[in-house]
């Protein structure tokens, strides 16, 4: 029996990893205890196994609320994301880097050293070479947001070196297909096309139509960020940090495979009006090499159509969350 605590639950992400773990558990073995942490729920329907601590992460009340519960395994999901960081500084800094530092450090006071799971971004890599990315390839974030994405990669694996967490970091590419238009999110439209395109329904795209994007589904990022918390951390590198694989598509193939799959005209209903800043940062990817994190058993999603198959079947799933407060 195991102790979860998840921050940032009731986003997109957060939602399919949490209703997997309220199904399957973690690794096989069932919760004693699932603690949420977000600004909000919807739900508030009765989960024994669930309590719920509504506040941001950054709150020092809600902070020693979430560690009371001394997790065994933290998956830490909760951050301000790209667009709407680069608009709030402050905001930037206080959760996504002061609020990971501070979730760190309180992890000394456990009886025991916690697995430590946390979303990174591919926004740690900044501009991308034309012709070819990897793994290996060195970190030079392009806004603040990639930049304490690093900052908490690099804290996390000094933390687990000195004993306070077992902790590895995980890089997230573009995932799809989240139903809400997130202004503070750049690279949404990635998502927004797939709803769009199933109600019929037009859409202008921030993007060109040669554009290339690093693309995985809601339900294949928990599969990764599960394997990953409960994996052997003897296998991670000294970094405890990996790329997830991806899938490396235009974005013109993931609209023309939309349109087969709904039966409408995409010419008809997607409009492309590049967007310089956007399409030179969120759809100007290349092909990336992950072997390393292949071997470690991590996946991307196959092809466009299981893509597609996967984004729209996590959603499918619904948002309903059944929690005690």
């Known amino acids: 029996m195991s102790r979860v605590l998840v921050t940032g639950a009731q986003g997109f992400i957060g939602q399919v990893l949490v209703r997997r ?11 004693s205890q699932l603690v949420l942490v977000d600004l ?64 760190i450090e309180a992890c000394q006071a456990l009886p025991r050293p ?9 926004a740690v890599y900044g501009d991308q070479p034309a012709h070819g990315a990897s793994e290996d390839q060195v970190p030079q974030p392009a806004i603040s947001y990639g930049a304490h994405k690093l ?31 997130n202004p503070g999110l750049a690279s949404g439209f990635m998502s927004q096309v797939f709803w769009h395109l199933a109600q019929g329904q037009r859409i202008t795209l921030p993007v060109s139509a040669t554009g290339r994007c690093w693309w995985m589904s809601a339900a294949t ?14 296998r991670w590198t000294p970094q405890r940090s990996f790329q997830m694989p991806v899938l490396h598509l235009g974005i013109a193939e993931v609209v023309d495979a939309l349109a087969r799959r709904f039966g409408v005209p995409a010419q008809q209903l997607v409009h492309y009006a590049p967007d310089p800043p956007i399409d ?18 991590l996946r991307h999603d196959g092809d466009v159509e299981r893509l597609i198959d996967n984004a729209l079947g996590a959603n499918a799933l619904g948002a309903d969350l059944k929690a005690c407060g």
């Open 114 to 122: 916690p697995r430590f799971i946390y979303s990174s971004s591919i």
């Open 21 to 31: 773990l309220l199904q399957e558990g973690l690794e096989g073995q069932p919760l």
């Open 151 to 181: 900052a908490c990669e690099i804290l996390l694996a000094d933390a687990s070196r000195r004993g306070w967490v077992d902790g590895c970091s995980l890089r997230l590419p573009g995932i799809v297909a989240r139903r809400d238009e």
């Open 280 to 297: 030179r940062v969120y759809a100007s990817y290349p092909p990336l090499a992950t072997p390393r994190a292949e071997a470690l058993g």
């Open 221 to 234: 990022c928990v599969d990764n960020l599960l394997h990953l918390a409960g994996m052997d951390s003897s």
């Open 40 to 103: 909000s729920f919807r739900d508030a329907g009765c989960d024994a196994r669930v309590r719920q601590i509504r506040g941001s992460i950054a709150q020092p009340a809600v902070l020693r609320a979430a560690m009371a519960t001394q997790p065994d395994t933290i998956l830490h999901l909760a951050s301000v994301p790209g667009g709407a960081s680069e608009r709030d500084p402050a905001l930037d800094r206080s959760v996504n880097l002061d609020a990971t530092l501070q979730l």
